[in-house]
């Protein structure tokens, strides 16, 4: 992680005008406040930094449930879409597309391990798979923020090989580093945070707000009645993640003392022993909210979240499922596991709510990202991934027209490339690659 430096670093005449509060050990991008900037232009949407982020749900979803017809205002949503109707012009739903290095090799590590970077994975002990999109993104933006990239996950990482000879390893990370590196994932808020703000030995139990108060409160006096409004309500939304943040922590703290005095680690540990929210509506909201406060401080611009993993154990008392996210994928299309993926498309729908609630001159947050949430398969019961579920969301600064449904199927298959989105998608980072995965060409209609 680098260190923040005296000044922003992203080069534009917007963010220039992006406010800084810096205190003890830490320094936090405000949103866009107009009063701050003495330039007489406005900025355009391209003046603004563009983010990328990836929600994903292991094994499939109901395929009765999820279709998506029309456009803009009079685009239809099936049940599982439904939670997307507020921001329906401002998302693509696609279909057809696949990873065809991840066909026919197996069921679940084999059908996960490549999916954002599309190459061939490895059996046996040397694991092998790409460099994801998502780091791609990372490795071209991350030196402008003061992390890279942050990879979540609301569900602990699995160890050992699955029946087909394929590391486990391939089922719990969607992000990759290097071809033979996942990126670590933090399932825990509190280590997020921490990492986020850079809160370590006695910072840790100093509030981030209070030590950029003093600046925060010199800077009210200087802005308009307006912007002083956006930064209380600013200063506000931080503040209550960080009180949800200090909860959890102290539940992880216990859980770890625990765990020392058994000899055992957290990771062997089912929830909520080993300091994880024991209701996950908890855990993916606050991690969701993570993500749009590092997002809109400029702290990163890329991010992914696993709320459940592949070959997933996480259980929903709260709608009233009553197995095991993995063992009720294999009745996908029943209205329990329908309640499942209706759940996971509300998180998404969350996320991205937030992120458009985030102004930033005449658009929103939002407005310059990419949000895609994807899974690695279509039917659960047949562990069919010969299409996957897809929606994007947000415009990535008007270079992405959205309210779409785009439709694939009909197409050849080197036309339904998954890798060919994620070149297309590159392209408006400003990342003109000849190939990426198994595709030398862009997506059609994107």
């Known amino acids: 992680m680098t260190q923040p430096t005296d000044k922003p670093s992203f080069k534009s005449r917007a963010f220039s005008r992006r406010a800084v509060l810096r205190g003890s050990g830490c320094a936090m991008a405000l949103p866009w406040l107009e009063s701050v900037s003495a330039m ?24 009765d449930h999820w279709s998506a017809s029309g456009a803009g205002a009079e685009m239809k949503l099936s049940k599982s879409l439904e939670s997307l109707e507020p921001l329906k012009k401002k998302i693509n739903v696609i279909d057809g597309l696949q990873v065809k290095s991840l066909m026919g090799q197996g069921i679940h590590p084999a059908q996960t391990g490549s999916l954002l970077s599309g190459v061939q994975i490895a059996k046996g002990a040397l694991i092998h798979s790409g460099v994801s999109v998502d780091q791609m993104i990372s490795n071209h933006v991350g030196q402008d923020t003061a992390q890279s990239s942050i990879v979540l996950s609301c569900e602990q990482p699995m160890t050992g090989y699955h029946e087909t000879n394929f590391s486990l390893a ?30 370590r030995g006695s910072l840790l139990n100093i509030s981030v707000l209070d030590r950029v108060n003093d600046r925060a409160k010199d800077l009210s006096r200087k802005i308009s009645a307006t912007d002083r409004g956006k930064l209380d309500e600013f200063m506000t939304s931080v503040r209550e993640i960080e009180r949800r943040v200090e909860v959890m922590r102290k539940g992880a703290d216990s859980a770890a003392e625990n765990a020392s005095l058994k000899n055992a680690t957290l990771a062997t540990m089912d929830r909520p022993v ?8 908890e855990h993916s909201k606050l991690m969701c909210d993570i993500i749009a406060i590092a997002f809109q401080t400029n702290k990163s611009r890329v991010a992914s979240l696993l709320i459940s993993r592949d070959l997933s154990a996480m259980y929903y008392p709260f709608i009233n499922v009553k197995d095991g ?37 005449d658009g929103t947050v939002l407005d ?12 659960g019961r047949t562990h069919d991934n010969s299409r996957l579920p897809l929606v994007l969301a947000g415009g990535l600064g008007g270079t992405l027209e959205t309210g779409r449904t785009l439709n694939y199927l009909s197409e ?28 030398q060409t862009r997506l059609d209609r994107i």
């Open 170 to 199: 391939y089922s719990s990370h969607l992000s990759w580093q290097t071809k033979d590196s996942p990126v670590p994932v933090e399932v825990y808020p509190s280590l997020a945070w921490d990492s986020l703000f850079d809160n």
């Open 368 to 379: 310059n990202s990419c949000i895609m949430f994807m899974s690695n398969m279509w039917v």
């Open 325 to 361: 996210h993995h063992y009720a994928s294999h009745h996908n299309n029943n209205d329990e596991y329908e309640r499942i993926t209706n759940f996971h498309v509300s998180q998404y729908a969350y996320l991205i709510s937030k992120l458009d609630s985030m102004k930033e001159g």
């Open 412 to 439: 050849k298959d080197d036309k339904r490339k998954m890798c060919s989105l994620y070149l297309s998608l590159m392209d408006r980072f400003g990342m003109k690659l000849d190939q990426f995965g198994d595709s």
């Open 40 to 63: 007489a232009q406005a900025p355009t949407p391209a003046d603004f930094p563009k983010r990328f982020g990836v929600v994903f749900m292991g094994c499939g979803v109901n395929e």
């Open 274 to 281: 080993n300091g994880l929210p024991e209701d996950l509506r």
